[in-house]
């Protein structure tokens, strides 16, 4: 069984598909065309995180707001900024005025054609709850981010995974012009 | 089938397997226990990137040296240290002096178990052509930190794609005390 890319589909889950072309084996997801990831930022000077559990790694992880973008009609642009409303409010009860793309990339580039794009969200307010769909077991936590190191070398200690994706966000966020930045405060 | 973890394998490859639980689905690889990063700096503030064609995502990919590591009778630590050592200098000629941990975590928490170290290596020296073995096809660039996100720019227009691990990278360079420390110089 081929793709359109001339690969070999070695498996194909409800979810994931393996291909394999030239010796080189890597999986795609079967129902999406990419992720969006939100570094959202309270008036503050407050980074919104989450945790939740993850089946894959068997641990909860600390994570950025994300989902998954649709496939729908309307053009790229909208549907990242669509989706990284919904998943923001949805996951933390936050919601997003202005949303600006700050970069996009693959998430493992021998694993996965899958890429991810990383948006901002400045002045986030609480509207609602979060915590995700009926499916989900998501915590929201708001960590100031002049404090955000040793927050996250607690949780590290306490047993979670903390997700790299956070500390891309923290480079951006670092060079923002204030009153968002606020990490030249942090110890 | 089952795995050790009680989840169903799905499909099976050379190099990944396919795995469901609860109605997830994520892929691990098989034959490795994780993978380094490498973020080495030269004593002239210059960082050491690389460029190959990465079939999974049928572009040429600008990342950091990176390579798996094996699962071999020594420590974790001693491991990856050595395959950050060995892959820096196969697939870029630097040579590194001491290596230092930065941070671990997921490469994609919702889609694999794979994770990642980074680590730090400083004035790293040029000692050979690099290039990696030969089945890799791998360029070497050496970009001066003060000028690292003009650069990165010039070469997304130009078709690459950047890892995004690079500004995570980025993040625990700028907190670096001088002399190797110079984004604060960068437009």
């Not at 589909?9 to 890597?26: D, K, M, T």
């Not at 990831?37 to 950025?64: C, H, K, M, W, Y």
């Not at 493992?108 to 890429?115: A, I, K, R």
Request: charged share 25%; aromatic share 6%; net charge negative.
């Amino acid at each position: 069984m081929d793709s359109q890319s001339g690969a070999h589909i070695l498996a194909e889950g409800r979810f994931l598909r393996v291909l394999r072309r030239s010796g080189w084996e890597w999986v795609e997801r079967t129902n999406t065309t990419g992720a969006v990831v939100i570094a959202a930022i309270t008036s503050d000077r407050q980074l919104v995180l989450i945790d939740q559990f993850r089946i894959p790694l068997d641990r909860r992880v600390i994570e950025l707001p994300a989902g998954l973008v649709g496939d729908l009609a309307e053009s790229k642009d909208e549907r990242l900024v669509e989706a990284a409303r919904r998943e923001l409010l949805e996951e933390t009860g936050y919601a997003a005025r202005d949303i600006e793309c700050l970069f996009d990339g693959p998430s493992s580039s021998g694993l996965t054609n899958e890429t991810f794009t990383m948006v901002l969200a400045k002045d986030v307010q609480k509207v609602g709850c979060g915590g995700g769909d009926e499916t989900e077991d998501i915590r929201v936590h708001v960590v100031p981010l002049a404090e955000i190191e040793t927050w996250l070398a607690l949780k590290r200690e306490a047993g979670f995974l903390i997700s790299p994706k956070i500390y891309s966000a923290l480079y951006f966020i670092a060079r923002q012009p204030a009153p968002v930045a606020g990490l030249e405060n942090s110890p």
